[in-house]
């Protein structure tokens, strides 16, 4: 391993056996990438798959010619591995949750809340239907009674008409069909709301990812520019080299003095600065998480919701309505004489109606055509956990991936690495002298 990272990081293969194992080496990577990289855009970013396939093949093709052609690019594309680990990484995982929730949580939300919807508009069907037979219930009733009042012993009595004047009306297929109307309205708002909210995710989502990506190459290439240019980046480190230039000076006691303010690039020691840095990504993090279970929350809640409805709509039972109707017609005779000689008064019984009639309110069908409600996937939840693992992993080992970087680039340029540990060197002493 050690061989095969040497020939990686020279900058001219020294013979022919060099040169085709850095062109294997160079291949093997690319595969890998290539793949990485059209599975990230079929199924992260949900690219066609014969874009992805052009865009991975000639994705390829160039990162193989760059990597086999380039030694600066080699080392930018292997400082690439580890800034991952850093906070561009967290970023693209940060894009990976958000299209993971709009494309497999929003949609159960919205599934559920339509689940809602038809509930009650069931519910509004069959309680309009059981209102209009009411009214017709209310029909038969006044003519029943009209009969009745109709029907007295003497004609001199009857009535010119008993008959009610009840306006009933014959035409429910209007209100069923402004009912139809208006849910395949609410329908259409929820379906263009759901398609706005994909679409404008999507494509948020893939302008921040190639955002990201290129910054982090840029990142990269940022890095390793300061490392060639600047002594004083990111140099503050105890290095084996800079052990044994001390060692060979006589002047190991340089690196014991300052031991408060440098640290070994393998070593688990933080400075103060960098265990600051990793609470603050730690509260980004955080508030994040924050965040995405608020959403978790609303697909749980909307479920809740939908089932507790479609359960208790089917336990709807039917409300009885009584209509009792009593009718007595009597007539006195002479009552001014019984008045006089102070006697009750006699009545005639002309007609007696006194009858009930029954009728049900219906809520609920089994006609009602009600989808049920879509649970939450749980696969989802544990992607999004694993990931939000994975976020909080890279806050901690962020500082380490920096160190990492340091070594692939000192690993590339050695000579520029003697340099800078020759100024730190040159720092400890100027700074043990004074």
């Known amino acids: 391993m050690a061989e095969l990272w040497w020939i990686y990081s020279k900058p001219v293969p020294a013979d022919g056996r060099e040169l085709w194992t850095l062109f294997l080496q160079c291949s093997c990577i690319t595969v890998v990438i290539g793949g990485l990289f059209y599975n990230w ?17 000639s994705f390829s093709l160039l990162l193989l010619l760059t990597l086999f052609l380039v030694h600066p690019a080699r080392c930018v594309f292997s400082m690439i591995m580890p800034t991952l680990g850093t906070k561009q990484g967290r970023k693209l995982l940060f894009s990976t949750c958000i299209m993971i929730a ?11 809340i339509k689940t809602i919807l038809q509930v009650i508009k069931c519910i509004c069907k069959n309680s309009s239907d059981s209102l209009l037979n009411s009214t017709a219930l209310l029909e038969t009733v006044s003519w029943e009674f009209g009969d009745a009042i109709q029907e007295t012993i003497h004609s001199i009595y009857k009535p010119m008409n008993g008959h009610f004047r009840f306006s009933l009306l014959q035409n429910s297929s209007l209100i069923y069909q402004k ?23 999507r494509v948020a989502n893939r302008l921040a990812a190639g955002f990201f990506m290129l910054y982090l190459c840029f990142e990269s290439t940022w890095y390793l520019k300061n490392y060639l240019t600047n002594l004083c980046f990111d140099n503050f480190y105890i290095t084996k080299k800079l052990e044994s230039l001390a060692a060979d000076r006589r002047a190991a006691h340089l690196l014991v003095g300052s031991s ?31 965040l995405m279970l608020v959403v978790v929350a609303m697909d749980h809640f909307a479920f809740s919701v939908a089932d507790t409805a479609v359960t208790k709509a089917a336990q709807f039972s039917a409300v009885p309505v009584t209509l009792n109707i009593k009718y007595k017609v009597e007539i006195g005779i002479m009552p001014f004489l019984f008045k006089v000689f102070r006697r009750p008064s006699e009545e005639l019984l002309l007609g007696d109606f006194n ?10 069908s089994a006609s009602c055509r009600i989808s049920p409600p879509t649970p939450p996937n749980p696969s989802v939840l544990l992607v999004v956990g ?14 380490y991936a920096r160190r990492l970087c340091r070594d692939i680039a000192a690993s590339f340029f050695p000579s520029c690495e003697e340099k800078r ?11 043990h002298r004074k």
């Open 41 to 57: 855009m079929f199924a992260s970013l949900e690219y066609s798959w014969h874009l992805s396939v052009a865009m991975a093949i």
């Open 102 to 112: 709009v494309v497999n949580i929003t949609p159960n939300i919205i599934s559920n």
């Open 179 to 201: 009912m139809h109307l208006a849910g395949e309205k609410i329908s259409r708002e929820f379906l263009s709301v759901e398609v706005l909210i994909k679409d404008s995710v």
């Open 260 to 290: 408060k303010k440098l640290i070994r690039p393998r070593g688990l020691k933080l400075s103060w600065e960098e265990v600051v840095l990793c609470l603050l990504q730690a509260m980004v993090v955080t508030v994040a998480l924050m």
């Open 355 to 364: 009858k009930t009639y029954h009728h049900y309110l219906v809520f609920s």
């Open 386 to 399: 694993l990931l939000f693992c994975i976020l909080y992993s890279t806050v901690f080992l962020e500082t």
């Open 421 to 431: 540990v020759l100024h730190l060197y040159r720092k400890l002493a100027r700074r």
